[in-house]
């Protein structure tokens, strides 16, 4: 059973920055062949992509609302996906998810998410 465990949320004022991680279980030849991703759902609101990583970490991509705010990373030695977030603002609140995509199958994985609260 592949475990994605996400860490370093918390509350944080605006303005602010979090760097979060998601940590696999996956083996380090088997995590380069998973595109990563991190996913928000806000209060009431359904759940949106923020950031895409490659398995090479070559290429990534931004939603339109957080583009040069946040930053993907990955860490393949071990296993392990960031964002840091900046220039944070109360509507990046929610819970965000990390999940995994394995490249040419439908396998795929999701952790259980962490809070991230952007309040004064």
């Known amino acids: 059973q592949v475990q994605l465990v996400e860490s370093g949320g918390g509350l944080v004022q605006p303005g602010g920055s979090l760097r979060l991680s998601c940590a696999t279980s996956?083996?380090?030849?088997?995590?380069?062949?998973?595109?990563m991703k991190w996913y928000r759902q806000a209060p009431g609101k359904e759940r949106e992509l923020v950031a895409h990583?490659?398995?090479?970490?070559?290429?990534?991509n931004y939603s339109d609302s957080v583009k040069g705010r946040f930053t993907i990373s990955r860490d393949n030695a071990k296993r392990t996906v960031y964002l840091l977030m900046e220039s944070l603002r109360p509507d990046d609140t929610g819970v965000y998810y990390c999940?995994?995509?394995?490249?040419?199958?439908?396998?795929?994985?999701w952790g259980k998410g962490t809070l991230v609260t952007v309040s004064s």
């Open positions: 999940y995994a995509k394995r490249r040419f199958s439908a396998a795929d994985h």
């Open positions: 990583i490659s398995g090479g970490g070559d290429i990534t």
């Open positions: 996956l083996s380090v030849f088997t995590f380069s062949n998973y595109a």
